[in-house]
């Protein structure tokens, strides 16, 4: 099984940096996901990571330490229409079948 | 390229009522996912098909709910009787057939809202 904390809400300025973080605990640890969702939507795919590092995207980066169970999204120059919920999941498994779990999302509200 | 479709996109039914969803994925895609999102969760995985065939329902009530995949390609997901507690976003999602990492990104459906009263 699994378990995956990130906080329930943040605040942010516009303009500004904001750092979003995942921690999860797992066995068969085989990549995390970072998925945006705004309100009354579907989620869309913003990041991957599988081994330990930063993978930058534009104003978008996400980083992992598989050895601390943890990631961190990084979203810079922060825009009104980066509210959203910011879900994190793990994935784990490998071969024929991988399981994908959902953290419970973290609410970023953009204030100007 | 089309997207994973859904219908219908709300639905209001009384309690012990059934509803059924109906889920369209991208074509080409072998791994079809049902979630079930309650307001203020992520997504919880109800049952997930590579092609037609369930290879995880473990989180599936499964005295009152179904799913099918018929020709590996569209699904339903049915809910007979629904109860309060039902009330949820129904998301349907799909990715191609998982050989590598990057080919496991899942693309949702808009979802379907489902109100029990």
């Known amino acids: 099984g699994q378990n995956i904390d990130q906080p329930t809400e943040m605040t942010a300025t516009e303009g500004a940096i904001v750092q979003i973080n995942c921690t999860y605990q797992?066995?068969?640890?085989?990549?995390l996901f970072w998925y945006q969702q705004h309100a009354g939507e579907a989620p869309t795919f913003l990041s991957y990571?599988?081994?330990?590092g930063l993978e930058e995207k534009g104003r978008f980066s996400s980083f992992l330490s598989r050895s601390k169970g943890y990631s961190y999204l990084l979203l810079k120059e922060l825009q009104m229409k980066d509210s959203a919920s910011y879900l994190c999941?793990?994935?784990?498994?490998?071969?024929?079948?991988?399981?994908?779990?959902f953290g419970i999302g973290t609410k970023l509200q953009v204030i100007p | 390229e089309a997207g994973v479709a859904q219908s219908p996109r709300y639905k209001i039914i009384e309690k012990r009522q059934s509803v059924a969803f109906w889920c369209n994925p991208i074509?080409?895609?072998?791994?079809l996912y049902w979630y079930q999102q309650i307001l203020g969760q992520g997504p919880k995985l109800l049952i997930q098909?590579?092609?037609?065939?369930?290879?995880?329902d473990s989180q599936l009530p499964k005295d009152r709910f179904s799913a099918e995949r018929l020709k590996g390609v569209d699904s339903t997901l049915k809910i007979q009787p629904a109860k309060l507690e039902d009330s949820a976003v129904y998301l349907c999602?799909?990715?191609?057939?998982?050989?590598?990492?990057?080919?496991?990104?899942?693309?949702f459906g808009a979802g379907t809202r489902l109100s029990v009263l």
């Open positions: 098909f590579q092609n037609n065939g369930v290879v995880d």
């Open positions: 797992t066995s068969g640890f085989n990549g």
């Open positions: 074509s080409g895609h072998a791994t």
């Open positions: 999941a793990v994935r784990e498994g490998s071969g024929g079948y991988q399981k994908v779990t």
């Open positions: 990571n599988v081994l330990d």
């Open positions: 999602a799909s990715s191609p057939q998982t050989s590598g990492a990057y080919k496991n990104i899942q693309y």
